[in-house]
């Protein structure tokens, strides 16, 4: 049986073309799959008898189950390991904010960047999520969001779950496509932010595509030395390979690029980086976001204190540099990605 979820209506006419139906077929199934929550063929009660029997004996409709959940203690936070037919499992989040609800995807099971704060890493790459797999984390959220009130549904999206989307750069934008169709998502590409370690190569390509996602880079050091020890992909894509092209696909894309921050106590908090960072990014078309660390204790690597954090937010504001601090969510669901995944692992 072919899998149908996944693809967009113009794909399921294409596929459907030899039934010699009318075009509309396609984007009706699509609707029902992407919008009205339909898991299988019989429901799509506007398409005829004989076709839905036809369609359930040769399509699959192949969505996401949810094996665990997590929820902060204030409700905002909510963390889901959400498996697929081979057993995989991935972890996506809901973060209620001010703004609307938005929602972290993973389009790795596993990475194998082998950041060292990062527990998604740990046990390695199991494998790249198809498109499809990717789009049912979001779809399971909307769904669920859709159930809790009329009119409710994901406003923004971060791909920033584990794995690194630009190594699964195909099934990726095929996904961000997916998002923006009509009758899948109808989100806006504004509105979604792709959060990548710096490959370079597909940074310049993903600035080609014509899809004006955000773009936020890990850059987490402001010198070759300390980023190759946090983040090893950094010895393949130096960091100032890395931030011309974060430059040029802020040039290109007319969007701000923001690069991620995550402070650690007494290793990239110091006086002496938050000067480099200046240096690196003044004049650019780039903010900041400060993220505290979630503490690895195995790595002795932990959060600095309340007054290093706003010390180092500050000087880079006096310096110029926009610069967000993120507001801690959901610590008590252990937030970090890979955690929960982790857990069901072992
Ligand atoms: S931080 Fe992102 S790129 Fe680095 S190991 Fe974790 S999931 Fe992979």
């Known amino acids: 049986m072919k899998n149908l979820f996944g693809m967009g209506a113009g794909e399921i006419t294409a596929e459907l073309l030899q039934w010699n139906l009318p075009g509309y077929r396609g984007k009706q199934i699509a609707e029902w799959m992407y919008q009205k929550g339909a898991m299988s063929f019989a429901e799509m009660t506007n398409l005829p008898e004989k076709l839905r029997g036809a369609l ?91 159930r809790e009130a009329a009119g409710q549904k994901v406003d923004t999206m971060v791909i920033m779950g584990s794995g690194e989307p630009l190594m699964n750069y195909e099934n990726v934008v095929r996904f961000l496509r997916l ?35 955000s773009l936020s880079i890990s850059l987490h050091a402001p010198d070759d030395a300390l980023r190759s020890r946090l983040m090893p992909i950094n ?25 991620e921050y995550i402070l650690i106590d007494h ?31 195995e790595r002795n690597l932990n959060r600095p204190s309340k007054q290093r954090v706003e010390w180092f937010e500050k000087y880079l504001f006096a310096h110029h540099i926009p610069v967000t601090l993120r507001r801690e969510m959901g610590a008590d669901i252990q937030a970090a990605c890979g955690q929960l995944r982790n857990k069901n692992m072992t």
Do not use: W
Not at 129 to 137: F, K, R, T
Not at 199 to 210: S, T
Not at 241 to 257: H, P
């Open 56 to 146: 359930s004996k040769e399509y699959e409709i192949l969505r996401a189950d949810c094996r665990d959940s997590q929820f902060s203690a204030d409700g905002k936070t909510a963390k889901f390991l959400l498996g697929f037919s081979d057993g995989t499992a991935v972890e996506t989040v809901l973060m209620r904010q001010s703004y609307g609800n938005s929602i972290c995807v993973s389009t790795q099971a596993g990475c194998n960047m082998g950041c060292v704060f990062c527990a998604s890493t740990l046990h390695g790459m199991a494998r790249n999520l198809l498109a499809g797999e990717i789009l049912a984390q979001a779809i399971h959220i909307q769904e669920m969001l859709r």
């Open 179 to 213: 998002c923006h169709a009509d009758d899948v998502m109808g989100m806006g590409y504004r509105n979604m932010t792709i959060s990548t370690s710096g490959i370079v190569p597909n940074i310049y390509r993903l600035m080609e595509e014509g899809i004006p996602v």
């Open 235 to 259: 010895r393949k894509y130096p960091l100032a390979d890395v931030i011309k092209a974060g430059t040029a696909y802020g040039e290109k894309t007319g969007r701000r690029v923001t690069y």
């Open 267 to 297: 290793v990239n908090d110091g006086e002496e980086q938050a000067e480099e960072l200046v240096a690196l990014l003044r004049g650019k078309l780039a903010s900041v976001n400060l993220i505290p660390i979630n503490p690895v204790v």
